[in-house]
């Protein structure tokens, strides 16, 4: 089989992402009882539950449940920025949201991120319009879809105060008791996989570079490949904005308030539980978007500012677009369906089984019931809660069986002869 017109909606799902599909496939109960023992809540794999039952599992149908969430998070930032702002400044901060690489880049991975941006978005947007049983649904709604929403209210909170004052602490208050009451279900589980977390996970305490770097990814997406003529042009166009920033009044400061607070905070919790991470951050870029795009309109030179910060964002764009950076494990995975005749299928490691799986399953679901996991090769922090332990074998099969190594290379061994039969790279 040869895959034409390879892009960044089109090319393989990678672990993280066959791991959503394989879970969202399981029924609602199953979903709870295995996030329970992961690291996240269960709410995108019940709408993804429902997406897949009504477009089908294919990569660009799984990925297209993103890309959703992010013309929505467009339009709520206008909405929100309309509010706080103009519809002048709104109108610019929903192009930059919608054209940022960073938002443009996860909104094509069948993953939480541009869902997660949006509740946060709408919780504060309900927030500042003071409408508290909407602020409580969206963020309860936000908790129950990744456990970093708690770092967006908290900026969310004191950005509110810096906007409306005290005068409605009562109601703050009683909505954030509200959400206290709603998460408690979830909060024990919270606690758990924090411990899970602070044993081991693959997430390492930030340094200086890494924080420096998360802030680049916000405006420029993925780094890597990244022409540096783009860094240093975003870097010029917004030292010329922040030159406007002097005497800023509350409004903008506030949005600055609830970008920054998650930011820092999550630093700080990262130096006892390693968790920070850009894309878990994914929410911030629409407050500094706001914040950005106050500044651009205050310049002197906002007409060529904006032209240039929205070239430099298309340009990147059709970089990440047309140059795909999965590993192609449907390529190498397609020929075991062309001969397969009822082989055991195995893999040395988790980190492409679940991709392996979901590629099986496709071409033809027996196969994926074929396929096994090395029990050595099993890691908790990469999924690990999905595999059932019929999955897992001690030791490689005797006899003929497909293996897939770590580095996703299929070969085809004969265990009496001991030679390779068929190698696909």
Same mark, same amino acid.
Request: charge should be positive; glycine fraction near 6%; aromatic fraction near 16%.
């Given at each position: 089989?040869?895959?034409?017109?390879?892009?960044?909606?089109?090319?393989?799902?990678?672990?993280?992402?066959?791991?959503?599909?394989?879970?969202?496939?399981?029924?609602?109960?199953?979903?709870?009882? $295995?996030?329970?023992?992961?690291?996240?809540?269960?709410?995108?794999?019940?709408?993804?539950?429902?997406?897949?039952?009504?477009?089908?599992?294919?990569?660009?149908?799984?990925?297209?449940?993103?890309?959703?969430?992010?013309?929505?998070?467009?339009?709520?930032?206008?909405?929100?920025?309309?509010?706080?702002?103009?519809?002048?400044?709104?109108?610019?901060?929903?192009?930059?949201?919608?054209?940022?690489?960073?938002?443009?880049?996860?909104?094509?991975?069948?993953?939480?991120?541009?869902?997660?941006?949006?509740?946060?978005?709408?919780?504060?947007?309900?927030?500042?319009?003071?409408?508290?049983?909407?602020?409580?649904?969206?963020?309860?709604?936000?908790?129950?879809?990744?456990?970093?929403?708690?770092?967006?209210?908290?900026?969310?909170?004191?950005?509110?105060?810096?906007?409306?004052?005290?005068?409605?602490?009562?109601?703050?208050?009683?909505?954030?008791?509200?959400?206290?009451?709603?998460?408690?279900?979830?909060?024990?589980?919270?606690?758990?996989?924090?411990?899970?977390?602070?044993?081991?996970?693959?997430?390492?305490?930030?340094?200086?570079?890494? $924080?420096?770097?998360?802030?680049?990814?916000?405006?420029?997406?993925?780094?890597?490949?990244?022409?540096?003529?783009?860094?240093?042009?975003?870097?010029?166009?917004?030292?010329?904005?922040?030159?406007?920033?002097?005497?800023?009044?509350?409004?903008?400061?506030?949005?600055?308030?609830?970008?920054?607070?998650?930011?820092?905070?999550?630093?700080?919790?990262?130096?006892?539980?390693?968790?920070?991470?850009?894309?878990?951050?994914?929410?911030?870029?629409?407050?500094?978007?706001?914040?950005?795009?106050?500044?651009?309109?205050?310049?002197?030179?906002?007409?060529?500012?904006?032209?240039?910060?929205?070239?430099?964002?298309?340009?990147?764009?059709?970089?990440?677009?047309?140059?795909?950076?999965?590993?192609?494990?449907?390529?190498?995975?397609?020929?075991?369906?062309? $001969?397969?005749?009822?082989?055991? $299928?195995?893999?040395?490691?988790?980190?492409?089984?679940?991709?392996?799986?979901?590629?099986?399953?496709?071409?033809?679901?027996?196969?994926?019931?074929?396929?096994?996991?090395?029990?050595?090769?099993?890691?908790?922090?990469?999924?690990?809660?999905?595999?059932?332990?019929?999955?897992?074998?001690?030791?490689?099969?005797?006899?003929?069986?497909?293996?897939?190594?770590?580095?996703?290379?299929?070969?085809?061994?004969?265990?009496?002869?001991?030679?390779?039969?068929?190698?696909?790279?």
């Amino acid at each position: 089989m040869v895959f034409d017109a390879l892009n960044i909606l089109t090319q393989s799902l990678w672990r993280d992402e066959a791991f959503s599909v394989l879970l969202s496939l399981k029924n609602f109960g199953e979903i709870v009882s $295995i996030t329970t023992k992961d690291f996240s809540p269960p709410l995108y794999y019940f709408l993804l539950h429902l997406w897949i039952k009504i477009f089908g599992l294919g990569e660009v149908a799984v990925r297209s449940f993103s890309v959703l969430f992010l013309i929505l998070t467009a339009i709520n930032t206008y909405i929100l920025t309309k509010k706080i702002f103009s519809k002048k400044v709104g109108l610019l901060a929903f192009g930059l949201v919608l054209l940022n690489p960073f938002l443009f880049y996860y909104s094509f991975e069948a993953r939480f991120y541009t869902m997660l941006c949006f509740l946060a978005t709408l919780s504060f947007y309900f927030l500042v319009t003071e409408r508290w049983p909407l602020f409580v649904a969206f963020s309860l709604l936000g908790l129950y879809t990744h456990n970093f929403m708690v770092f967006s209210l908290a900026g969310a909170v004191p950005a509110y105060l810096l906007l409306k004052g005290p005068e409605k602490k009562r109601q703050l208050l009683l909505s954030l008791g509200a959400i206290v009451c709603g998460f408690l279900p979830w909060i024990t589980v919270l606690f758990s996989q924090t411990k899970s977390v602070a044993s081991s996970f693959w997430i390492q305490r930030p340094g200086v570079d890494d $924080i420096l770097r998360a802030a680049a990814q916000f405006m420029l997406g993925p780094l890597e490949n990244c022409p540096r003529h783009l860094i240093f042009a975003t870097l010029a166009i917004l030292l010329f904005a922040l030159s406007r920033a002097r005497g800023l009044k509350k409004n903008p400061t506030a949005l600055l308030v609830w970008a920054s607070v998650p930011f820092l905070l999550s630093t700080l919790v990262s130096y006892f539980v390693p968790v920070f991470l850009a894309r878990y951050l994914i929410f911030v870029v629409v407050p500094l978007t706001i914040f950005l795009a106050s500044l651009l309109l205050r310049s002197r030179l906002r007409l060529l500012l904006i032209f240039g910060l929205l070239s430099i964002f298309l340009i990147r764009d059709f970089q990440l677009w047309q140059n795909p950076d999965k590993f192609p494990i449907r390529e190498n995975v397609a020929g075991i369906s062309q $001969i397969w005749s009822g082989e055991p $299928i195995v893999c040395e490691s988790i980190l492409n089984f679940f991709e392996v799986k979901y590629y099986l399953l496709r071409a033809n679901p027996a196969t994926a019931e074929k396929l096994q996991l090395l029990s050595s090769g099993k890691l908790t922090f990469a999924g690990g809660a999905l595999v059932e332990e019929e999955d897992m074998i001690d030791n490689p099969p005797q006899g003929s069986y497909f293996w897939i190594d770590v580095d996703g290379k299929v070969s085809y061994e004969l265990t009496a002869g001991g030679g390779v039969m068929f190698e696909r790279r």
